[in-house]
């Protein structure tokens, strides 16, 4: 029946925490959790941009908090899911989704770079699924959106040993603590981008037109990601309408990982 349609994609009341959310991906994503009925919490290590974009937020109408929260500190990560729950009500979705790269050919990335990577990208995403995971699991359950990228899937790439362990690890993470949760009322999946447009990508390109035209002729479709085509895979994987998929690492990215 079209009936049994039609909230499927419907997030009205859904409470979710968006980490990296002051800016880029995370922004994008809690504009369209918010688009689709939901109320959000932004969780970022820049506590003026944070505030500000929850701001902006709620002058277009929308339910929104700020946190401030170093996702790579496991005491930030618990008092950021705690006072996320307390404020929003509870928590339904967890978007793991605050993400650096440093970048170096791997015979001069120093052990600084490689850790300040891993430790925001991996175990940051880590912490804020364990912390999720346990108020979810006591709470009803939820669904986890972690943050990979196609370079944790290919390897049509150079300088990024540190982001590929990154991402590949969460992409392995994901598939674990899916099958974990799986009958405990929690999905978790993971959605893979190809370079998409945001801020810190145009930057890059502007710097360095060069690179706008590596990109294009790298992705099948020739040309970058919008943040919304990213930002609406994540609402069907924190909806209804994905309730039979966990583990998975869904790659938006123009048909790159189909490409190589
Ligand atoms: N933009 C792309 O092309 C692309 C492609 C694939 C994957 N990704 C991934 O998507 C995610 C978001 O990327 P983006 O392009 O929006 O980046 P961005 O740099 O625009 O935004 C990242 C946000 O994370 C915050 N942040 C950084 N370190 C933090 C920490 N320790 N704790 C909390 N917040 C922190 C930053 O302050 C910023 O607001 C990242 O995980 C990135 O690896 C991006």
Redesign the pocket.
């Known amino acids: 029946m079209i009936r049994d349609y039609e909230d499927l994609f419907s997030l009205k009341d859904k409470r979710a925490l968006v980490?990296?959310?002051?800016?880029?991906?995370?922004?994008?994503i809690a504009e369209a959790f918010c688009a689709a009925g939901a109320v959000v919490t932004l969780?970022?290590?820049?506590a003026e941009?944070?505030e500000a974009a929850a701001a902006e937020l709620r002058r277009e109408g929308a339910r929104a908090y700020a946190v401030v929260?170093?996702?790579?500190s496991e005491e930030q990560v618990a008092a950021a899911v705690a006072s996320a729950a307390e404020q929003m009500g509870g928590l339904d979705i967890m978007v793991a989704?605050?993400?650096?790269?440093t970048r170096a050919p791997a015979e001069e990335m120093t052990l600084d770079q490689w850790n300040r990577v891993i430790?925001?990208?991996l175990k940051?995403v880590f912490l804020c699924d364990r912390e999720a995971g346990r108020y979810m699991l006591s709470h009803g359950g939820g669904s986890i959106i972690n943050?990979?990228?196609?370079?944790g899937i290919v390897g049509n790439t150079t300088g990024n040993s540190n982001?590929a362990a990154a991402?590949g690890g969460v992409s392995s993470m994901t598939k674990v603590m899916a099958v974990e949760w799986a009958q405990r009322g929690i999905r978790v999946n993971a959605i893979?981008?190809?370079?998409?447009?945001?801020?810190?990508?145009e930057g890059l390109m502007r710097d360095n037109p060069a690179t706008r035209t590596y990109f294009e002729q790298h992705i099948p479709m020739g040309r970058?990601?919008k943040?919304c085509e990213?930002a609406s895979a994540a609402v069907f994987l924190a909806a209804d309408a994905s309730s039979f998929v966990t583990g998975q690492t869904i790659a938006v990215d123009g048909g790159v990982t189909i490409a190589f």
Do not use: E, F, H, R
């Open positions: 980490t990296g959310g002051a800016q880029g991906l995370g922004l994008s969780a970022d290590i820049n941009s944070v929260c170093d996702v790579s989704n605050a993400g650096v790269s430790d925001i990208d940051g943050m990979s990228s196609i370079i982001y991402k893979a981008p190809a370079q998409t447009a945001t801020k810190l990508i970058l990601g943040p990213i």
